[in-house]
């Protein structure tokens, strides 16, 4: 598989990764309340690279051709969102001086990346449309490992700009609890809009 593929994807996945999300707002969550943006950013990633490879082993498109499974995945997706955003309205995050005193355990934030991510159509519906443009059927590699190796590419970009963001935040918003509280609530109410805009899309 020629390198200009992978570097060509790469352009195309980075601009999708920096753009603010779910995962966004998560990962800063994460980050203000300390000492759990590493698994959930594993949790996100997870999410991720299921979608490589349903995408890549050909369920991807079986699925995408139900649209009663995919209007369940996103109304229970979107419902996810709504709760956790709410939670966050509710609960503002709001640093704390002592890394001892984290919130959660490590496995229930990593639990919650993942149903954040994987049950985001738009995460699926992503790879669907994406990776079978940027392989080569003519290639010497098969279209499925073309497929989930241009995947993991993603999955890495993933992972570099939510620590950053997730570690970022901690960083910036540490000594500020006030504008630590503010971006947690700007947080919950993205989750919120999102989970609007993907039921509203869905039931369109």
Same mark, same amino acid.
């Given at each position: ?37 590493? &698994?959930?950013?594993?949790?996100? *990633? %997870?999410?991720?690279?299921? #979608?490589?490879?349903? !995408?890549?082993?050909?369920?991807? $498109? =079986? ?73 080569? &059927?003519?290639?010497?590699?098969? *279209? %499925?490992?073309?497929?989930? #190796?241009?995947?993991? !590419?993603?999955?890495?970009?993933? $992972? =570099? ?44």
């Amino acid at each position: 598989m020629a390198l200009s593929f992978f570097a060509a994807f790469w352009a195309v996945s980075v601009l999708f990764v920096i753009t603010p999300g779910a995962d966004w707002a998560y990962a800063i969550s994460a980050g203000i309340r300390g000492g759990r943006v590493i &698994p959930a950013v594993c949790g996100l *990633l %997870s999410g991720h690279l299921i #979608a490589t490879l349903i !995408v890549a082993a050909g369920v991807g $498109a =079986v699925v995408a051709d139900l649209p009663t499974l995919m209007k369940g995945l996103t109304v229970a997706g979107a419902c996810y969102l709504i709760w956790l955003g709410i939670g966050m309205l509710r609960h503002p995050a709001v640093p704390t001086a002592d890394e001892r005193q984290v919130e959660g355990n490590a496995l229930r934030w990593a639990v919650k990346g993942l149903c954040i991510s994987g049950l985001n159509p738009k995460v699926f519906l992503l790879f669907l449309a994406l990776l079978p443009q940027f392989t080569d &059927p003519h290639g010497t590699w098969p *279209l %499925s490992l073309q497929m989930a #190796a241009l995947g993991m !590419v993603h999955v890495v970009s993933c $992972a =570099v700009v939510y620590l950053i963001v997730g570690f970022g935040s901690k960083a910036v918003l540490q000594t500020r609890p006030r504008a630590a509280r503010l971006v947690s609530q700007i947080s919950g109410a993205l989750m919120i809009i999102i989970a609007a805009l993907l039921l509203t899309e869905s039931f369109r």
